[in-house]
């Protein structure tokens, strides 16, 4: 196995499990509650790992790359998603899930109103609940994402 190959595996395991803590840990230190769209950013990281970690122990080579490719595009997914959350956050474009819809409560009886505000999200998707200079979570997970993806992709094709 080349160099290269030896780090895009690395950065293959280790950029979804630092993001995935970072993810954690700001849930669970920071009371930083993920949304809906959060989550599905979730979904490809923990799909990636799997995949990473067996590339560490397959013996054939030819699949050990694919398992590092495959964790690649899982990533990509993820940033791919975290673009389109960043997208909602900044208002550039309509949310699609229940998360960025507001509740109206106009000509609805009381038990209807109630109803409707019982089904509202909570943590809304449209709403970011940290930035820093501006990027929120889900922008810092697009660019992360697709450019550790991007950079896994490199090696793999500079290692031929």
């Known amino acids: 196995m080349t160099r290269n190959e030896r780090l895009a595996r690395w950065i293959a395991l280790l950029l979804p499990a630092a993001l995935?803590?970072?993810?954690?840990?700001?849930?669970?230190?920071?009371?930083l509650y993920p949304c809906e769209m959060c989550h599905w950013q979730r979904w490809p990281h923990y799909a990636a790992l799997p995949f990473a970690l067996l590339a560490f122990v397959?013996?054939?080579?030819?699949?050990a790359k694919a398992f590092v490719i495959v964790a690649a595009l899982l990533i990509a997914v993820s940033g791919a998603i975290g673009v389109a959350h960043a997208g909602v956050e900044y208002h550039w474009w309509n949310g699609f899930t229940a998360c960025t819809q507001t509740v109206d409560l106009r000509g609805l009886g009381p038990d209807a109103r109630l109803a409707a505000l019982m089904k509202a999200p909570v943590i809304r998707c449209d709403v970011a609940q940290w930035s820093l200079g501006g990027i929120s979570l889900a922008?810092?997970?697009?660019?992360?994402?697709?450019?550790?993806?991007?950079?896994?992709?490199?090696?793999?094709r500079k290692a031929r």
């Open 58 to 63: 397959v013996p054939q080579r030819s699949i």
């Open 20 to 31: 995935l803590a970072g993810a954690w840990g700001s849930q669970l230190v920071g009371h």
């Open 139 to 156: 922008g810092f997970n697009a660019i992360l994402s697709l450019g550790g993806a991007g950079l896994i992709l490199w090696l793999m």
